[in-house]
């Protein structure tokens, strides 16, 4: 049977399109181990070949799963065997840039980085950034409506969207490659697929928007006593007259305790013994000192660094994207959660509480994007805690929906997350999707049991 696959499908991608056992196990894997299992994998170059290619597999019952740059974080891209892959690496080119509309054509398989090099050429930006940018691609950003270090600014992929190509299924191809921001033709259909994780389709093209580049930032580090005075003092830099503040990322005193002992001796070192700290970014050097002098005086915040050069804005950095604390506590238990701001540190406070009562033990960690509530929490313990999950996701989920949060926040369901679906999910919400996927996918051939 494996065989008359590879005879159609390389008939459909020709010779170098189509690859088996060693050569699909010579890509890297990327963030799960198990994305390659299924040792098949199709590369196709265009739209018509992935059309003629879902036709033949929706006709067989060969079920399909499309993989980027494979960083995603809730295993959304596994495969198994008996599956095929399809890599959209050779679909990567920059259809047009409109510099005057303020758009962007280009291939799923383009990576963030590439695209946003490729329009900072023109002083414009993406509007959406997040640490896997020189890997992850548009189609997989569209497919798990990525959001990231900006979307308090610019909103997620979801937003930065204004057109999509789309092949179903059964090998119909949908073009909505709209290039404006308003366009009401009833149903917004392409939405249904931004963030539908490769369960109803392949993208293949997306028009998006851009937004004119802020230039470079001007970096802090800074440390606060609570949760709700960094969110005062975020409020406070966003709204100053003359200036913008670019970036929010938030993480507390345990994972920059242990993420500095990691990196050794640095300039850093003060800050491991202090509460939660906060990158800010922002456009002016002279603005964003005098705001945050005014801030020690007010005692909103407790100290700060504002990074002189390159090297003192990769060290900070660092703190917050080396996974530091994932080395320390491999078999912690991750958890992708969003809060309202108004609400954010008493969630944080209340957790804390919950955690600490169910087992002493449990010790929580986060990190995360501060302007929209997106907060990555860690839970980990000085032994493996993964068996404690169900308990411990009860948790965390605990009163979010009543104070108007949501238990994902922007790595999607995937597999890691389905039971959570179920459970947190409004029920006719829920029937809803289920019934979208039998409309659009019948046969289940697109990434079966994922997110559903
Ligand atoms: C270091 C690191 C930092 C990260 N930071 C962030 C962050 O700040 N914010 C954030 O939102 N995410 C973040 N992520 C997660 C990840 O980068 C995003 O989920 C990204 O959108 C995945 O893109 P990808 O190309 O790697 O997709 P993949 O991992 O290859 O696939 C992800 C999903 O998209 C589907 N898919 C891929 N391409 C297509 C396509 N063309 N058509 C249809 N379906 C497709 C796959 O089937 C799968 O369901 C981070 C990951 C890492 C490793």
């Known amino acids: 049977m494996v065989n008359k696959h590879i005879e159609r499908l390389t008939a459909i991608l020709g010779p170098g399109g189509v690859k088996i056992g060693a050569g699909v196990a010579a890509y890297d894997h990327g963030f799960d181990q198990t994305n390659l299992l299924a040792g098949l994998a199709a590369l196709p170059r265009d739209t018509t070949q992935i059309a003629e290619l879902l036709t033949y597999c929706n006709a067989v019952g060969l079920s399909v799963v499309p993989q980027g740059g ?98 179903l299924p059964d090998g119909r191809v949908m073009g909505d490659l709209t290039q404006v921001i308003k366009a009401n033709g009833g149903y917004d259909v392409k939405q ?148 309202p701001l108004a609400r954010l540190g008493q969630y944080v406070k209340g957790l804390s509480a919950r955690l600490k009562s169910h087992n002493p033990d449990f010790q929580l960690f986060f990190i995360g994007h501060m302007g929209d509530g997106n907060l990555h929490v860690t839970v980990n313990a000085e032994y493996p805690i993964t068996e404690h999950y169900k308990a411990v996701s009860k948790l965390v989920y605990e009163g979010l929906t009543e104070v108007g949060g949501f238990f994902s926040a922007e790595h999607g369901i995937g597999l890691e997350k389905r039971a959570a679906l179920a459970e947190q999910s409004d029920p006719v919400r829920l029937t809803l999707m289920q019934d979208i996927k039998r409309l659009i996918d019948p046969n289940s051939i697109m990434n079966p049991n994922k997110v559903l």
């Open 192 to 339: 249904l697929f931004i963030g539908s994780e490769g369960t109803l389709g392949i993208v293949t093209r997306a028009c998006l928007r851009l937004a004119p580049y802020d230039g470079e930032a001007t970096t802090a580090f800074v440390a606060i006593d609570s949760l709700d005075k960094a969110i005062g003092l975020f409020r406070r830099l966003e709204a100053l007259p003359n200036g913008r503040l670019l970036r929010a990322e938030v993480m507390n005193a345990r994972h920059v305790d242990v993420s500095v002992k990691d990196h050794g001796e640095t300039a850093l070192g003060r800050f491991s013994h202090q509460k939660e700290c906060v990158i800010f970014e922002f456009t002016d050097p002279t603005i964003l000192e005098e705001e945050l002098g005014r801030a020690l005086e007010d005692e909103l915040i407790a100290d700060a660094l504002i990074c002189k050069n390159e090297k003192e804005r990769a060290a900070v950095w660092k703190i917050r994207e080396d996974w530091a604390v994932d080395r320390a506590y491999p078999k912690g238990l991750w958890f992708d959660i969003s809060v």
């Open 70 to 167: 494979r960083t995603g974080l809730s295993g959304a891209a596994s495969s198994s065997d008996g599956q095929l892959i399809l890599m959209m690496q050779a679909m990567s080119r920059i259809v047009a840039i409109d510099v005057v509309s303020q758009t962007a054509i280009v291939e799923a398989g383009c990576t963030l980085e590439a695209l946003e090099a490729a329009v900072r050429g023109h002083g414009l930006t993406c509007g959406i950034d997040l640490g896997a940018r020189g890997t992850a691609t548009i189609g997989g950003m569209i497919a798990t409506n990525a959001g990231g270090q900006e979307a308090f600014r610019f909103g997620p992929m979801r937003q930065r969207v204004l057109g999509l190509e789309v092949v």
